[in-house]
């Protein structure tokens, strides 16, 4: 798509100040629901989102189950008051998608195996977007899964490389997107690279697109320790505390 | 309390050895490394790593004695919960009445809470529950609350300590289950102490000191007489 807005000026800098390859700042805090089993909001610029995880519990209704391993069924809920206009609250196509490959992204790493004919149910509700928001969902789920103590592999961090007036650009937000030439939203495994997530929009070329996924991976390493440090700084908060107490 | 070395909190993924320690509870094994699979802390023993976790879902062992409410009642079983993945049923075979079929609502009733015992648990995850066992049976009033199943340790105390001092102090008759269901009967005043002070283990379980802590709690919080009648 043509458009007269500079994305990248001469100095390298984007709308937002940002370079082609920083991350947008980012906040992560885990048990922050007291109802739910485990729990994370995450904010990523202008995106705020919730993750909550319930389970694992019985699998209802029973044909869903798995005699061999647990299902896990995410929900990507996205508010009406999240975006500019209004949005038609309820499951649309595009939210059924994103709840569907959230899901299996989550599943590659669960131990599922530990509890079959089990359902582990993760939501995860958008509550201001501003590009990017399926990433943000993923990175914030895994958060909330480890928080309620699910065995797992790993975290699975998540970010989007995309293209704007001919430049690759790390985590678009809102214009860049609307106004780019693509998308990529990724998700790894970072102890071992695995992809889990990777959908495309829009046109890069092979070389491209090589160094995207290079941007993309580099990326979630940073995110993946922004994770860890969230759930660390969960509970050794609580022992400092204690400590001053004493 | 004794001497432990300091805590360790590891989140799923971290490196726990790559020195030939062997696999414990909440680990797994990934080119002959040991990683955690879950939030909680790391604990070396007898040459196996184990993670302790921090929250979770309580996963029945065999032989667990847990606290569960009835939930539904069929022509031949009760449905318990006991905050299991799955539900737990309690065939009438496993109780110490004798039951005619379908008169299973004569015994208990939706809503009634009960001790009873991990029968089995098999490797479908299949749950069984007993109450043909030495101390099963229903409990009659008190007050149910919930803790974390990982804390149930803690709010026992070595060799039964915590709990036993919660007991004298508030004069209550208090069952805690493995499942982190705890039963509390007694003087309405003393039982929300004895709550209170039960949670307060469940938030501060990580701590050192923690059997002071909740002895001074409930020295302030119950009323002046009982403090008499417990020094006598």
């Known amino acids: 798509m043509d458009s007269d807005i500079v994305m990248v000026d001469d100095k390298g800098k984007r709308l937002d100040g940002r370079t082609a390859d920083e991350l947008r700042p980012m906040k992560i805090e885990a048990g922050v629901l007291s109802n739910a089993d485990g729990s994370a909001y995450l904010e990523i610029g202008k995106n705020k989102v919730l993750a909550a995880v319930y389970g694992p519990r019985e699998c209802h209704p029973r044909h869903l189950q798995n005699p061999t391993r647990a299902i896990v069924q995410c929900k990507y809920n996205m508010q009406s008051y999240s975006v500019g206009d209004r949005k038609r609250p309820g499951p649309d196509r595009r939210s059924v998608e994103i709840s569907k490959i959230i899901s299996e992204a989550l599943e590659a790493v669960i131990q599922v195996e530990l509890f079959p004919r089990a359902s582990i149910d993760v939501y995860i509700e958008i509550l201001q977007a501003n590009a990017g928001t399926r990433c943000a969902g993923l990175t914030a789920a895994s958060v909330a899964l480890a928080d309620a103590g699910i065995p797992m592999r790993d975290l699975v961090p998540s970010v989007a490389v995309g293209k704007a007036n001919g430049h690759l650009l790390l985590d678009l937000n809102k214009e860049e997107d609307n106004y780019g030439e693509a998308d990529l939203p990724l998700a790894i495994v970072p102890k071992t690279n695995e992809v889990v997530l990777l959908q495309m929009d829009g046109h890069m070329t092979r070389e491209e697109f090589g160094t995207a996924m290079e941007m993309g991976v580099k990326a979630c390493h940073e995110i993946y320790e922004m994770q860890k440090d969230a759930l660390r700084r969960r509970y050794s908060t609580e022992a400092d505390e204690q400590e001053v107490e004493e | ?232």
């Open chain 2, 1 to 232: 309390m004794n001497a432990r070395p300091k805590r360790e909190v590891v989140v799923p993924g971290d490196l726990l050895d790559d020195k030939g320690l062997r696999p414990g509870s909440g680990t797994y094994v990934l080119d002959g490394k040991v990683y955690s699979s879950l939030l909680g802390v790391k604990n070396i023993r007898s040459n196996y790593v184990n993670v302790i976790p921090l929250s979770g879902r309580y996963l029945p062992q065999t032989a667990d004695t847990v606290v569960g409410k009835i939930i539904d009642i069929g022509p031949s079983n009760w449905l318990v919960d006991i905050n299991a993945p799955y539900p737990a049923p309690l065939h009438v075979n496993e109780v110490p009445w004798r039951v005619e079929f379908g008169d299973t609502a004569r015994f208990l009733r939706v809503g009634d809470v009960i001790m009873a015992k991990i029968l089995m648990m098999d490797e479908t995850n299949k749950i069984q529950v007993t109450m043909n066992d030495s101390g099963m049976r229903k409990l009659q009033g008190g007050h149910v609350i919930e803790i974390s199943y990982s804390k149930v340790p803690r709010v026992i105390g070595k060799g039964g300590s915590m709990i036993q001092m919660i007991k004298s102090m508030t004069d209550c008759r208090i069952f805690v289950g493995q499942n982190g269901v705890i039963w509390i009967e007694g003087e309405l005043e003393n039982v929300l102490v004895a709550a209170k002070a039960i949670q307060m283990i469940d938030e501060e379980a990580q701590s050192s000191n923690l059997t002071e802590r909740v002895k001074e709690y409930m020295e302030k919080a119950l009323p002046a007489s009982e403090q008499a009648d417990i020094q006598e």
